[in-house]
């Protein structure tokens, strides 16, 4: 079955600790995407990548790393430098031109700061 | 600037009834409107999608209407069901990219 996975599906951070959340996918699309999603805020977009060894900031990219060396994979590490990390994060993806299909997302990471 | 905007948080619906969900945008550079459906610790999912040419498009329950010169869609449900409670997410593909701006999303509660 094609799709993309997140994982770990529930994170758990000290404060002042680096983690990274994971999304890979098998659907051979180019284009990937970071999005948090937070009450009453809908989804932001924090960086995504339309191709490998390439990738741009989103709209809250501050506080959060990227790196696209494999098509496959798009992790995202969120530093000590976020502020307010607590949220649910998503990872999508698309091929070029998504027109009326859209995203195909994954099933999401529950990070919270302890 | 929110360009995709959902006026209203929350919507609560008799099952069986029609559920109308609004989204109003201020970009005309969108090619296509969306609509994903969301469960509580899930990814969004995709339910229907309008090219901006067209003013309706229908799939089963679900149909998405398009008034340009209001620059507002709205998706209608008929009939609601219990297993249509969600979030529901309006979103914006703008022309000929591979970005999608989205709405804050409209809890969706149908109940018995």
């Known amino acids: 079955d094609g799709g993309i996975t997140q994982s770990p599906k529930y994170l758990f951070r000290k404060e002042g600790q680096n983690v990274t959340l994971s999304c890979e996918q098998n659907?051979?699309?180019?284009?990937m995407y970071w999005y948090r999603q937070d009450p009453g805020q809908g989804l932001r977009l924090i960086y995504y990548?339309?191709?490998?060894?390439?990738?741009q900031k989103g709209d809250i990219a501050e506080g959060y790393s990227v790196s696209r060396e494999k098509k496959e994979s798009f992790p995202l590490t969120v530093t000590s430098a976020q502020k307010n990390p607590t949220a649910f994060y998503l990872c999508a993806s698309s091929s070029q031109r998504t027109g009326g299909y859209g995203y195909t997302f994954g099933s999401g990471t529950r990070l919270t700061v302890v | 600037d929110q360009q995709v905007k959902q006026n209203s948080p929350s919507l609560s619906v008799q099952e069986g009834r029609i559920s109308i969900l609004n989204c109003d945008y201020t970009?005309?550079?969108?090619?296509?409107f969306l609509w994903y459906k969301k469960y509580p610790a899930e990814g969004p999912t995709f339910l229907i999608s309008?090219?901006?040419?067209?003013d309706k498009n229908e799939d089963g329950r679900f149909t998405v209407f398009l008034n340009k010169s209001a620059k507002h869609l709205s998706l209608h449900i008929v009939p609601s069901q219990p297993g249509d409670s969600a979030v529901y997410f309006c979103?914006?593909?703008?022309?000929?990219?591979?970005?999608?701006?989205f709405g804050t999303g409209t809890r969706l509660q149908v109940f018995p």
């Open positions: 309008i090219s901006s040419i067209k």
């Open positions: 970009n005309s550079m969108f090619d296509y």
């Open positions: 659907l051979n699309h180019d284009a």
């Open positions: 979103a914006a593909s703008v022309y000929n990219t591979d970005k999608l701006i």
């Open positions: 990548s339309q191709i490998v060894n390439d990738f």
